[in-house]
């Protein structure tokens, strides 16, 4: 269907070029042009009652605004779609196509035509994607009304089988859509789950306060969501080991004031709806490699060893090294030391002051190969990316992480590595076989 849309827009392409006077029946219109894209690539937020400000679903709408929509789709700040493709590609890219910022461009300078519904071709698309099933469902235990404003808080869940299993395949299921500003998924060992229940303890209410992660250590990344995400199937063959009795954290960023100018959102306590998250996985008994999720950074930005002095506009951090040397303690021995690993999905992590992240990798022969970068980071928009090709690093090669902050805004204070608003963090999660 996609590769038959963008033949499509070749044609249209092609048919300019072969005629210097324009007709009608080449000229882009809303029906047979517009519409299948803004359907397929905005659509998804801009619904009402979604996270985009304002619906993008008739003719109407997009012509009203269709002013901001080229200079959104121009400067490539929508669809939010973060890392560098220059860098390297992933699945489920939902950045526009030159050819198609050309189409929307060429649309509202010629006046934005209409065009006649019949010449629709029926594409509605539905964001690709999604897991190929669902076996297990977890669900927050009792719905939560976030505070006005933002709103960081994590909470606990149970993981139901009652033997080992493997996660494979991951999907957020966000209750209210309009104030779940994004979500990220913790797998928490039963070793560790009696840390997670004091910061539940220690609170009032559903779940406990947690701003950057999951409000402890110990616990493995899972997945992510952010507006626009659909969840999606691990690589072929590998998943995360489960043991009965641990827990998964679900950490919250609900937002109740709205973004932007054209903003819904909610203000007022009274209005706000109680959310109730859920998280669904695919889960399989035995699979062939045995995944892992990898924090890389480094250990000593704990001992707050990772300065962000207030007053400046470009703070850089990086750190360097051959992870396959110290693998099998990072897996708690699951991994060998000194061979190969598979890097599979890349999840790139920083707070507000964030601008830019890279992980890139220096082979043994000093060439450089870049596995994720994000150059301009967004707190809002976070992801996982799943590599489009797993990229491979062998003994002697190393692993460098590089992290901007700008640090400038009036009134900043100096910021260091920690779990707070005001604190910072520089890391990014791997999922890797062996
Ligand atoms: C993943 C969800 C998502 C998708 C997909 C998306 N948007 Fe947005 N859009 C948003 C959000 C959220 C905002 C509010 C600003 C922000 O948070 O960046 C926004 C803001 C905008 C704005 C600015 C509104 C203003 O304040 O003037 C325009 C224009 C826009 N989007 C157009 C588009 C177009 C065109 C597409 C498709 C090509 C698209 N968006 C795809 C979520 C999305």
């Not at 966000?174 to 500003?181: D, E, L, Q």
């Not at 060439?367 to 797993?390: G, I």
């Not at 805004?409 to 999922?431: I, Q």
Request: overall charge negative; charged content about 20%.
């Amino acid at each position: 269907m996609r590769r038959l849309f963008t033949a499509g827009l070749l044609l249209t392409g092609m048919g300019l070029a072969a005629c210097s006077e324009e007709t009608d029946e080449t000229a882009p219109n809303y029906h047979r042009d517009v519409a299948p894209l803004v359907q397929q690539k905005c659509g998804g937020c801009h619904v009402e009652g979604g996270i985009g400000p304002m619906p993008l679903q008739t003719y109407a709408d997009v012509f009203k605004n269709r002013d901001a929509i080229r200079a959104a789709v121009e400067s490539r700040t929508m669809p939010p779609w973060m890392p560098s493709n220059e860098c390297n590609q992933y699945h489920g890219d939902s950045s526009l196509k030159d050819e198609q910022i050309q189409l929307l461009s060429r649309w509202v300078s010629e006046g934005g035509r209409e065009g006649k519904a019949s010449e629709s071709p029926g594409v509605k698309a539905p964001p690709a994607g999604g897991l190929s099933r669902v076996d297990v469902r977890v669900s927050m235990k009792e719905p939560y009304t976030p505070k006005t404003g933002d709103d960081y808080r994590c909470f606990i869940m149970d993981w139901s089988v009652d033997q080992t299993a493997f996660i494979t395949g991951f999907q957020a299921e966000p209750g209210v859509a309009s104030i779940v500003h994004h979500v990220i998924a913790y797998l928490v060992p039963p070793a560790a789950v009696s840390i997670y229940q004091q910061l539940d303890n220690n609170e009032a209410g559903p779940g406990y306060t947690c701003f950057g992660g999951s409000g402890a250590g110990q616990a493995a990344f899972l997945g992510a969501w952010a507006p626009g995400t659909v969840g999606s199937d691990f690589p072929e063959g590998t998943g995360i080991k489960v043991a009965p009795g641990s827990k998964v954290v679900l950490q919250v960023h609900y937002s109740t004031t709205g973004h932007g100018e054209h903003s819904h959102g909610l203000t007022a306590a009274a209005e706000i709806p109680a959310d109730t998250s859920a998280l669904a996985f695919k889960v399989d008994s035995t699979v062939t490699k045995q995944a892992v999720v990898m924090a890389f950074l480094n250990p000593a930005w704990f001992q707050k060893k990772m300065n962000i002095p207030a007053g400046q506009t470009d703070v850089v951090h990086r750190y360097s090294s051959d992870v396959t040397k110290s693998v099998g303690f990072a897996t708690g021995g699951l991994f060998k030391n000194n061979m190969p690993l598979t890097f599979h999905m890349v999840t790139p992590h920083m707070h507000k002051l964030g601008t830019r992240i890279r992980l890139d990798m220096t082979r043994a022969d000093t060439s450089n190969q870049c596995l994720m970068e994000v150059p301009r980071w967004n707190f809002n928009h976070q992801n996982n990316y799943k590599l489009l090709q797993a990229q491979v690093i062998n003994p002697g090669d190393t692993l460098n992480l590089e992290c901007h902050w700008d640090n400038s805004a009036p009134g900043a204070v100096d910021s260091n590595w920690g779990e707070t608003t005001s604190d910072e963090m520089c890391m990014s999660f791997l999922y890797i076989t062996q």
